[in-house]
């Protein structure tokens, strides 16, 4: 799992994991196999109705726009998810992390051909471990890519934060805070970020800064890190 860092236009640094090749390989082949038995059940329902050939062949036409427009259907829908991504925990969004316009799903799928389709992913996968950020051509072309939210556990999932031997706290009021109360501040500024909703951010600061009572003299993301680190010193050397 390859790990890129952003900014956002609120100048926000967001580490990003992308979604390894084998796990994209993985739900392009769960979504092929959704295709596949499609495929089969319409033949299948097609055979018993036959009228005329034209008939036939308007019905094979109508019945083959869902294979056509799978990808782009569901990935709209969906939150940029397939059947195949939603299984295997992936997501398509913005290389800033917000989710993707209509206008960024309809360019990637109309690349699906040059780099999948016509290639038999070959292109794609080559793009995608050169990029350095999970993109194929196509997520290039859309300013995506497609992420795992399969983040790894780490010191972020828990409460415990290492903090430098020289480290120097700001605000002593931070022990006013309970351990519920830094771990639900910590996760909310986790998910804020990874799904880019700055206004909860600022709504998160305000409010622990209120809890707090402190005026921040930091930004919003710095200020909430202070206090997560302050937190983590004062525990720690306590």
Do not use: C
């Amino acid at each position: 799992m390859k790990e890129f860092q952003i900014k956002t236009a609120q100048n926000i640094s967001i580490s990003q994991n992308a979604a390894n090749v084998g796990t994209r390989i993985g739900a392009y082949l769960i979504d092929s196999l959704i295709i596949f038995f499609y495929i089969i059940f319409a033949i299948f329902a097609v055979a018993g109705s036959v009228q005329s050939m034209d008939y036939l062949w308007s019905l094979y036409t109508l019945l083959s726009l869902p294979v056509l427009l799978y990808h782009l259907l569901f990935e709209i829908f969906m939150n940029g998810q397939s059947p195949g991504k939603m299984a295997l925990k992936i997501r398509v969004v913005k290389l800033d992390g917000s989710k993707p316009a209509m206008s960024n799903y309809f360019i990637r799928w109309l690349t699906r051909l040059i780099d999948i389709t016509f290639t038999s992913g070959g292109l794609a996968i080559l793009w995608i471990l050169i990029s350095g950020k999970g993109q194929r051509i196509g997520d290039l072309a859309a300013g995506t890519t497609v992420i795992s939210e399969q983040s790894p556990i780490g010191l972020r999932h828990t409460l415990l934060q290492e903090v430098a031997e020289d480290y120097v706290p700001k605000y002593p009021q931070v022990m006013s805070l309970t351990d519920r109360q830094i771990q639900n501040i910590k996760q909310i500024k986790f998910e804020a970020l990874r799904s880019g909703d700055f206004d909860l951010i600022d709504k998160l600061a305000k409010k622990t800064a209120s809890m707090m009572q402190v005026e921040p003299e930091e930004k919003n993301m710095s200020f909430l890190e202070r206090v997560i680190n302050d937190y983590n010193y004062y525990t720690q050397k306590g």
